[in-house]
């Protein structure tokens, strides 16, 4: 319904978190960089900790989606 209104290219409110639609705050960065130095430093454990709906999953999601690159 709104898709076609707002000429949208895909539904932005869907059941799964999408990376796509990830806002990167300035936390949300410092995360991805932990993510980032501990897998390429071979870290054992990382741990994303945050309110529910912060983003912890969506983040993660992106930085895997981006791990290739």
Do not use: W
Request: net charge positive.
């Amino acid at each position: 319904m709104y898709e076609k209104h707002f000429s949208f290219r895909c539904k932005p409110f869907e059941l799964l978190p999408n990376p796509d639609f990830l806002f990167q705050s300035s936390t949300h960065k410092k995360a991805i960089t932990y993510l980032d130095y501990g897998v390429k430093e071979r870290i054992g454990f990382i741990l994303i900790t945050g309110e529910i709906g912060a983003g912890k999953t969506t983040t993660i999601r992106n930085f895997i989606k981006n791990l290739g690159k």
